[in-house]
Nanobody, 124 residues
Framework: QVQLVESGGGLVQAGGSLKLSCVRFGRTFSSCAMGWFRQAPGKEREFVAGISNGGGSTYATDSVKGRFTISRDNAKNTVYLQMNNLKPEDTAVYYC?????????????????WGQGTQVTVSS
């Protein structure tokens, strides 16, 4: 059984920073790609960033490029999302997700397991 537990969300002013963490329990973490998605109120869930199993390949959606960085520590079974220069439009519930395999994916259907989400609220 795979379980993902996110943490690090909260309330921050525009221009501030937050670092999200997601710990994966079960299966071999280093064989799994990881991703971050978000869902704002009244909107569909969208891809934010992804990282390959070894960490050598990363991808972020255009709206967060240059501000958000995804990374992973396979020794700690943890993936991170460092979010800098946050904007009110970044307000959402952030989810981490995972699938076993190589590369990264922006498609929600590729990810087999999902966390419960952590709320990020950016005030103007």
């Amino acid at each position: 059984q795979v379980q993902l537990v996110e943490s690090g969300g909260g309330l921050v002013q525009a221009g501030g920073s937050l670092k999200l963490s997601c710990v994966r329990f079960g299966r071999t973490f280093s064989s799994c790609a990881m991703g971050w998605f978000r869902q704002a109120p009244g909107k569909e869930r969208e891809f934010v960033a992804g990282i390959s199993n070894g960490g050598g390949s990363t991808y972020a959606t255009d709206s967060v490029k240059g501000r958000f960085t995804i990374s992973r520590d396979n020794a700690k079974n943890t993936v991170y999302l460092q979010m800098n220069n946050l904007k009110p439009e970044d307000t959402a519930v952030y989810y981490c997700a995972t699938f076993e395999g190589w590369g990264t994916s922006t498609s929600q259907s590729a990810y087999k397991y999902w966390g419960q989400g952590t709320q990020v609220t950016v005030s103007s």
